[in-house]
């Protein structure tokens, strides 16, 4: 039977990535992801996220959706459009699916995210 998950339980070892060279604008930013539950065979993904400053291109598929709250530090999403939205400590967001444009860390950030991805 599956146990409840506390956050202020220990994180597990993060996994460390960064963006593709051809999505990245400028040097590649460092992302370590804390995945602390997952489900439906990954569709579902929640946890916590952190990145050094850095810009890259995002495009969310018809299926992704993924809902935010900042922890630390500052983020900004830019759509197709040039209209941008900055989150800092304590807000919160949501990335729709389909939604396609930039995601720039202004200063390091830490994120607390939970991921529906379906196909």
Same mark, same amino acid.
């Given at each position: 039977? @599956?146990? $409840?998950? #506390?956050?202020? +339980? *220990?994180?597990? =070892?993060?996994?460390?990535?960064?963006?593709?060279?051809?999505?990245?604008?400028?040097? @590649? *930013?460092?992302?370590?992801?804390?995945? %602390?539950?997952? !489900?439906?065979?990954?569709?579902?993904?929640? /946890?916590?996220?952190?990145? &050094?400053? /850095?810009?890259?291109?995002?495009?969310? #598929?018809?299926?992704? #959706? &993924?809902?935010?709250? $900042?922890?630390?530090?500052?983020? %900004?999403?830019?759509?197709?459009?040039?209209?941008?939205?900055?989150?800092? @400590?304590? +807000? !919160?967001? $949501?990335?729709?699916?389909?939604?396609?444009?930039?995601?720039?860390?202004?200063?390091?950030?830490?994120? %607390?995210?939970?991921?529906? =991805? %379906?196909?």
């Amino acid at each position: 039977m @599956p146990s $409840v998950i #506390h956050f202020s +339980d *220990p994180a597990p =070892d993060p996994v460390e990535d960064r963006p593709a060279l051809s999505r990245a604008i400028g040097t @590649p *930013p460092l992302r370590l992801t804390s995945e %602390r539950y997952s !489900a439906e065979d990954g569709a579902l993904s929640v /946890g916590d996220w952190e990145c &050094e400053p /850095g810009a890259w291109r995002i495009a969310f #598929h018809p299926g992704r #959706h &993924e809902f935010f709250q $900042v922890l630390s530090g500052r983020l %900004r999403i830019i759509d197709t459009a040039d209209n941008a939205r900055e989150f800092g @400590p304590g +807000d !919160a967001g $949501v990335i729709p699916a389909g939604f396609i444009g930039t995601f720039e860390v202004i200063e390091r950030v830490r994120k %607390r995210y939970v991921m529906l =991805d %379906r196909a």
